[in-house]
Nanobody, 117 residues
């Protein structure tokens, strides 16, 4: 089982990035997929989630209207489109998958996002 994130980097305030998370080793459609982030000295927090079967999305209040989570079941990939980035969005972003049937959960290795001028 693997979750592999990519797409992080350094971006100026107001800029955009798209994170990708490719899943393998489990039935993607059976999993709820989420993005979390952890800034230095802070606890890991939920950013966005999507129920892959129904497509239901939820977002942290701090990113609503700026971030969009989406998925491509054919590619077993979940995305996080991040627009109008702010310095406070700087963190390591993690992909997380949890089974709708309680059979397991998995974390990716994380990708660094830095928003700075």
């Amino acid at each position: 089982v693997q979750l592999v994130e990519s797409g992080g980097g350094l971006v100026q305030p107001g800029g955009s990035l798209r994170l990708s998370c490719v899943a393998s080793g489990f039935t993607f459609s059976d999993y709820i997929m989420r993005w979390y982030r952890q800034a230095p000295g802070k606890e890991r927090e939920l950013v966005a989630g999507i129920a892959t079967a129904a497509g239901i999305r939820n977002y942290a209040d701090s990113v609503k209207g700026r971030f969009t989570i989406s998925k491509d079941n054919a590619k077993s990939t979940v995305y996080l489109q991040m627009n109008n980035l702010k310095p406070e969005d700087t963190a390591v972003y993690y992909c997380f998958g949890v089974s709708r049937y309680g059979t397991g959960s998995y974390w990716g290795q994380g990708t660094q996002v830095t928003v700075s001028s």
